[in-house]
């Protein structure tokens, strides 16, 4: 069991927290870590598909506990009330609720609204969760991990700033915690096109111009991310604190 050494909760099943769960790397994620022995919330929007994700995650690990809470967390008080379900410790608070609103409607009102849109859906959504759920991270050992993306580290409009704005306020909230014993990490993943992110742009030329710049010449998949998560969650990544991890197949190579 891949349980956080330095933990309070070493010689019980570990809890984690995951937002966006019910699919793609959040789904992935929470596969992995109960296989590796956590049981799990997963908060989405959509209840029907955290439900579906739940009912997979106890037939292929049935040890497993799952609870689901439907909770949009760009709403303050729907973050209120979803964090109020989780009555237990959390070990690893993965942040993986986002996406890209592309719309940038008409003159700077429209940029306006992307920006914002894209900001909202991105670092609100991981601020508030973790801010709401801080007084219950195990200390020491707690984990906090949030899902990034390549286009924080070289430009994509309003995704590309919300999700570089993750990056500035990760390390920020990393220096915080580090003397309690919580590290703080982000993971930004290239081109993984199983996943909702991608629904509607699976296109061949699309595919071919991301494939064209992934020096391994082929896509990842949810679960490679997904490994990058059990690693930081696990007690191997105990050390490991204010970083961003790249898994993109050498599509941008690493920036120290």
């Known amino acids: 069991m891949s349980t956080p050494t330095d933990s309070p909760s070493a010689g019980s099943r570990p809890f984690a927290v995951i937002s966006g769960g019910g699919s793609g790397i959040g789904l992935a994620s929470a596969l992995r870590l109960a296989r590796d022995g956590f049981d799990l919330a997963l ?37 209120e009330r979803a964090a109020s379900e989780v009555d237990a410790p959390v070990d690893v608070l993965l942040n993986n609720a ?26 609100l959504t991981a601020v508030l969760l973790t801010e709401a ?12 991990i949030s899902i990034s993306s390549i286009a924080a580290l070289r430009g994509a409009n309003g995704y590309g700033a919300a999700k570089a704005a993750i990056h500035g306020w990760m390390m920020g909230l990393a220096a915080e915690l580090a003397p309690e014993g919580v590290t703080v990490n982000a993971i930004a993943p290239g081109y993984v096109p199983d996943t909702g992110f991608w629904d509607g742009r699976r296109t061949p030329e699309i595919v071919a111009s991301r494939l064209a710049q992934v020096p ?7 679960d490679e991310v997904a490994g990058a998560v059990a690693y930081l969650a696990g007690p191997e990544g105990g050390w490991t604190t ?6 993109n197949g050498g599509a941008l190579f690493g920036r120290g």
């Open 43 to 79: 908060i989405g929007r959509r209840p029907d598909v955290l439900e579906a994700a739940a009912a997979r995650l106890s037939a292929q690990t049935p040890a497993v506990h799952v609870r689901t809470i439907t909770a949009d967390l760009q709403d303050p008080a729907q973050v």
């Open 98 to 123: 986002g996406g890209n609103v592309l719309d940038r409607g008409e003159g700077l009102a429209g940029i306006a609204a992307n920006y914002e849109a894209n900001l909202r859906l991105n670092v």
């Open 133 to 144: 759920l801080l007084p219950r991270i195990t200390r020491p050992g707690g984990r906090i």
């Open 216 to 222: 391994m010449n082929r896509a990842g998949t949810p």
């Open 242 to 247: 204010g970083q961003i991890i790249q898994v």
